[in-house]
């Protein structure tokens, strides 16, 4: 059960999308709306996509993202599917994204601890780690920076 948990919970708000985007658009279909039923159709489904962890590259357990992180010098972010400001973090920072060591605290217990630490005992994300001083919900261009000066 905890296993099936761990595994649905990144996925929750864009199955959710996707759930609610059928049933509104199922009504508009039997309404005889079938072109606002396939628009608002996609229009949730792009809302789940861009929710999903599909846009964000493969997490990586926290001791891993460290470790990697004490070879490259690359800042490690700790992020959560759902979360905007994640989402406005991954896309600003556009293809340099693949480079950063992302860690799902819903996926990664140590991962979350790591966040609540940093965080007052909130699990406030996108809080970004570099070289060991951690920076909650940074500005794009000064985790491109911190970036650009690791090796």
Known sequence: MVACVTVIRPWFLSLLFVLCGSFVAA??????????AAGLLLAFLALAGVNSPLIFPRSVAAAEAQRRSAVDGRPVVYWRPGCKYCIRLRIRL???ARRLH???????????????AANDGNETVPTVVVAG???????????????????
């Open 94 to 96: 556009g293809r340099s």
């Open 102 to 116: 992302w860690v799902d605290i819903w996926r990664d217990p140590a991962g979350a601890a790591v966040a609540r």
């Open 133 to 151: 001083r951690s920076h909650t919900n940074p500005d794009p261009e000064w985790v491109r920076e911190q970036l650009s000066r690791s090796v």
């Open 27 to 36: 009504g508009l279909l039997f309404s005889g709306s079938p072109g606002a």
